[in-house]
């Protein structure tokens, strides 16, 4: 059947609206701030036979909506083992070896059948505020094995044939800190899917099966095609680019991501064989999480293109099994949103050597996972688990955004005041930090500092970040952006982490702080060539030291602090001379 343009459009739309209103009700209704306020979760609609994504909402995690992909084929395959899927079923599981990321994130999935047979899938993913494990939060940088992240639940039925298995329930709860958090995320997320089912059963008594099933189909070729057209426009060959994580958390030794991305008869390859091989730590992911993530990569690269799996249809992977990218069970990957930050770094630089008008710098490259957990006064148990900002990477169309949240994600930085609220803390400094950003043409954007004041008796405090050795890079002749920092205070000073960015059981007392440092952007193009008026706005808002702004971008300053523009293009003139 062939479908009008502006039909395809209205639906496209109204498919859309589907999954971002799934998103409104799980972010209004959860119990959980990182839900709730930093909207760490994704839904989406996907294939009936294959899982593949077809419409995503775009208030959630982008990560999310590719990875489900995996996650509803595991449902597919295991509902076709056992008998096959009923209508009023719903799945339920955090099983990273199928459905990708970590045991924090939950996935519900339930099929939406027409006339006794399934039409698509529903899911929903939320990132749960406490799911078990060593650590209070799960981000476990000392983590061997998935076991001491937290329980794992393969895919099960929380709902069987529409009857609720309050058992399973029980026993999700059993194993969490915090089962009155749990209780409200999960429901929120039950809640998310039975609008969206009464939605998209409206819009197909509206329209009929065969019209909304063309629909998707003429979605997935358009973006498959819009893809390859992207890929052709790139000049042909193999470009290369490496970057790297600080450790493990176990060893302190840098791991290597590499890409060799290969442009070739309108199809792209990218070959990340040369990758370091599975580690001890928790930084491993799984296949499905590292296809997800350069999916990401290329949506932000590519951005006219619907985001749908077309987008994937012209790209073909080499993963090696034994690599940190394609881990199985029970390999620890709870800190896979650092990993995937640093793949999203080497497709960026790799881009950067194809198509520089369309290339960006790399971002801050750590969420810096930070987890403080104690009693209160009453007995009560308190878990804080949070993520922070950082500067976004420069690009050919201007300075990189300042203290924004990581690429894998549309989620936003929890708010201090919701923080504060809700647990006994205090940020005493919630700013930007000056010279953080990689300099360049266009500038990276700056990154933050943070610093929290303990106002209970005691606390435990985990963080689980990256980029404390490895800087995120500039590219095309920019510079690099600060490394990440973290200390903590205890009665005898300020300390460090021994591994820079990863650490387990600091203890600190009321009145104590803590400091986070966050890394900018990588720069884009020569420093040099930076406008000096741009140089003195830098300098006027705080962004850059005068030292940073002789330093990095060669200009002249005055006694007074203001730029010499004579000086300053004589001063430049010599350097490229040289």
Request: proline letters at 6%.
């Amino acid at each position: 059947m062939a479908i009008d343009p502006v039909t395809l459009a209205i639906l496209k739309g109204r498919l859309e609206q589907i999954a971002d209103e799934m998103d409104a009700t799980l972010f209004r209704s959860a119990f959980n701030p990182i839900i709730a306020e930093a909207h760490d979760a994704s839904h989406g609609i996907y294939d009936a036979q294959t899982g593949d994504t077809l419409v995503q909402g775009k208030s959630g995690l982008p990560i999310f909506v590719g990875v489900m992909a995996f996650a509803v084929k595991a449902v597919i395959d295991k509902a076709t083992a056992q008998g096959g899927l009923n209508e009023g079923d719903v799945w339920i599981f955090n099983d990273p070896y199928v459905g990708g990321t970590h045991l924090s994130d939950f996935r519900l999935v339930k099929p939406i059948f027409r006339d006794g047979k399934v039409f698509c899938f529903l899911a929903s993913v939320g990132h749960w505020h406490d799911v078990g494990g060593n650590v209070p939060g799960n981000y476990n940088p000392a983590a061997t094995e998935c076991f001491q992240e937290g329980m794992l639940i393969p895919p099960v039925k929380l709902y069987d044939k529409g009857v609720y298995r309050s058992d399973v329930v029980d026993i999700l709860s059993a194993n969490s800190r915090l089962p009155l958090s749990l209780y409200g995320d999960l429901n929120g997320q039950i809640n998310a899917l039975d609008l969206g089912e009464k939605r998209m059963k409206a819009l197909l008594d509206e329209y009929g099966d065969a019209v909304l099933a063309d629909s998707l189909g003429e979605l997935k070729s358009r973006a498959a095609d819009m893809m390859r057209a992207q890929i052709s426009g790139l000049p042909e060959g193999t470009v290369s680019a490496e970057d790297f994580l600080d450790n493990d958390g176990i060893k302190d030794e840098p791991l290597k991501i590499a890409l060799d991305l290969t442009i070739e008869n309108g199809r792209m390859v990218m070959d990340f064989t040369r990758s370091s091989p599975a580690c001890a730590g928790p930084v491993n992911i799984s296949r499905a999480t590292t296809i997800a993530a350069c999916y990401v990569a290329l949506k932000h690269i590519f951005g006219d293109v619907p985001a749908n799996a077309g987008v994937l249809e012209p790209v073909d992977f080499k993963i090696d099994d034994d690599s940190l990218l394609s881990v199985k069970a029970p390999k620890p990957v709870g800190g896979y949103t650092e990993t995937i930050m640093r793949l999203i770094d080497v497709v960026f630089q790799a881009i950067s050597q194809l198509a520089p008008k369309d290339a960006m710098a790399p971002a801050y490259g750590t969420i810096n996972a930070l987890s403080l957990a104690g009693h209160r006064a009453d007995g009560k148990r308190w878990v804080m688990f949070s993520f922070f900002g950082g500067g976004h990477g420069a690009h050919a169309g201007g300075d990189g955004l300042n203290h924004g949240n990581a690429p894998i994600s549309t989620a936003t930085i929890p708010p201090l005041e919701i923080l504060e609220s809700a647990y006994p803390v205090r940020f005493t400094q919630w700013a930007l930090r000056p010279d953080s950003g990689g300099p360049g043409t266009t500038r990276g954007g700056l990154g933050a500092t943070y610093e929290i004041e303990l106002l209970e008796q005691d606390a435990d405090v985990f963080l689980f970040g990256e980029r404390g050795k490895y800087a995120p890079k500039g590219i095309l002749g920019g510079g690099d952006a600060a490394l990440n920092r973290f200390t903590y205070e205890q009665a005898d000073g300020d300390h460090t982490p021994p591994m820079t960015s990863k650490m387990i059981g600091i203890h600190i007392e009321r009145g104590q702080k803590l400091k986070l440092e966050t890394p900018g952007g990588g720069g884009y193009g020569d420093p040099r060539l930076r406008d000096p008026e741009a140089v003195a706005r830098d300098l006027a808002l705080g962004y850059i030291t005068p030292e940073a702004a002789t330093r990095d971008f060669s200009v002249a300053l005055t006694a007074d602090g203001s730029i010499d523009m004579t000086k300053t293009a004589d001063l430049r003139r010599q350097e490229a001379a040289e």
